[in-house]
């Protein structure tokens, strides 16, 4: 259903014109002078605008130039009399759709409305076609993309973004930075229904209050200095698919306000624009912060959070789970290598030591940098401890890493490691357990089972 304004200050052409328009399944919006017309037009966006030619005051022509100057996409419609037909060809010349002479049958109406709704959608479309192109937005056939990992953890996560992809309800992504929250934003979007929809992400970290809202909401044109044209939002952008918030817990209070409305009602007005833009939107956020912290020390708002947090995933850091390390170090080496170093095929088994010893506080993101580096560094067709980075040789490494006969199979290679990282936080607890497991960064339950195991005693 369309919204078709129609100015004109005869009130039976203009009541004729709106139940033409009302029969067609649209929604007529009048008014009695052309004045009334821009103003209307600039509480409520028109797709649609038919307008006398002549009128008391603000004629059509002029009509037609304040309207197009606050929206130059919408098609505008002059009605006229037999007489003004000149006139009305020099309308068009100014951006007019089209016009149509008085008398007029409702068959002609109709089709007029008819073309000029596919002009309006087809104009739109290119827009919003040139505008996502400056995004480069990309997407990728398979499931999970990049969430790579054999361990529990990952499994439940992969279990947990399949199913909350298949509705539509708000979801929001807990973890550290690095873990991969834009690749599970990601993954989301690519199995719900609106996979065939645009992604688009945006920073809000990295854009201060006033660029946000023109980020997020866009701005018409002259809202402000250098405003030199309409510019969408990212809200725009996303719709009829997903927009991810990254790093949502650095908005801005008075911004967080306007997020909620944007939010609650799928509304939202551009920057020095007055009227409502509805929109189809999937949220998913993520941040690093602790939004429970934010909230009880009143930096982030309660009720956004609840509108944020309706289904909340969490992301593991990469130290709990140690056991997807060689997964994902075979993965960088695979992804990089072919641009980076392509006679590099794996790691060495002391440099695969070294990367489990170490805790990652970087996580995920880390990993790949380090890969990325002994890459450039490795000089046989493995990564030997000699590649890494200046982090993984230090003292600390050194101390930390664990260097093994090569004639161990993998899985020994993980356990006798496993066994000397809970001797020595163990150690460092000074035989606390429950200092241990937080040490170690897993349940004190798991602890229990794992001294067993190794029969630590």
Request: aromatic share 6%; with cysteine; charged share 30%.
């Amino acid at each position: 259903m369309a919204t078709i304004l129609v100015i004109d200050d005869n009130e039976t052409v203009r009541e004729g014109l709106a139940h033409t328009i009302k029969k067609m399944g649209h929604d007529p919006v009048t008014a009695a002078s052309g004045a009334a017309g821009v103003e209307a037009f600039g509480a409520r966006r028109a797709d649609f605008v038919i307008t006398d030619l002549k009128m008391e005051g603000l004629g059509g022509v002029e009509v037609l130039r304040a309207i197009t100057a606050i929206d130059p996409d919408v098609p505008i419609m002059i009605v006229t009399g037999f007489g003004s037909v000149e006139t009305a060809v020099e309308a068009m010349k100014l951006g007019a759709f089209d016009f149509v002479t008085k008398p007029f049958a409702p068959e002609v109406v109709r089709l007029k409305v008819e073309r000029a709704l596919e002009l309006c959608a087809a104009r739109r479309a290119r827009r919003k076609a040139e505008a996502l192109s400056e995004y480069h937005v990309a997407e990728c056939d398979r499931r999970f993309d990049e969430l790579i990992g054999a361990s529990d953890k990952m499994a439940a996560l992969r279990k947990a973004v399949e199913k909350v992809a298949a509705s539509d309800t708000t979801v929001y992504v807990g973890g550290e930075s690095g873990t991969g929250k834009e690749l599970v934003a990601r993954a989301i979007h690519r199995l719900s229904r609106r996979a065939a929809g645009p992604f688009i992400k945006v920073n809000c970290g990295a854009l201060t209050e006033t660029l946000l809202e023109s980020e997020l909401f866009g701005h018409d044109k002259g809202a402000f200095t250098g405003a030199i044209k309409t510019k969408l939002g990212r809200f725009e952008l996303a719709d009829g698919g997903t927009l991810f918030l990254d790093e949502v817990g650095d908005v801005a209070p008075a911004m967080q306000v306007k997020l909620l409305r944007a939010l609650q009602e799928q509304e939202f007005e551009r920057v020095g624009g007055e009227a409502p833009i509805k929109v189809d939107v999937r949220v998913v956020s993520a941040t690093n912060k602790d939004l429970d912290r934010e909230v009880a020390e009143g930096r982030f708002r309660q009720d956004l959070y609840y509108r944020l947090h309706v289904v909340p995933l969490r992301l593991p850091p990469l130290r709990e789970r140690r056991e997807d390390i060689p997964l994902l170090a075979a993965h960088f080496i695979g992804k990089l290598g072919p641009r980076t170093n392509p006679r590099v095929r794996g790691l060495g088994d002391a440099a695969l030591g070294r990367l489990m010893a170490y805790h990652w506080p970087g996580n995920v993101r880390e990993l790949e940098n380090a890969i990325e580096q002994a890459l450039v560094f490795a000089e046989g067709d493995q990564i030997g401890t000699g590649a890494l980075p200046q982090f993984l040789q230090g003292p600390g490494a050194a101390e930390d890493a664990l260097e093994v006969p090569r004639e161990l199979s993998l899985p020994e290679i993980l356990d006798d490691l496993e066994r000397q990282l809970i001797l020595k936080a163990f150690a460092r607890a000074k035989g606390v357990k429950t200092e241990t497991a937080r040490l170690l960064g897993i349940k004190t339950s798991a602890l229990y089972y794992k001294l067993e195991k190794y029969k630590i005693e």
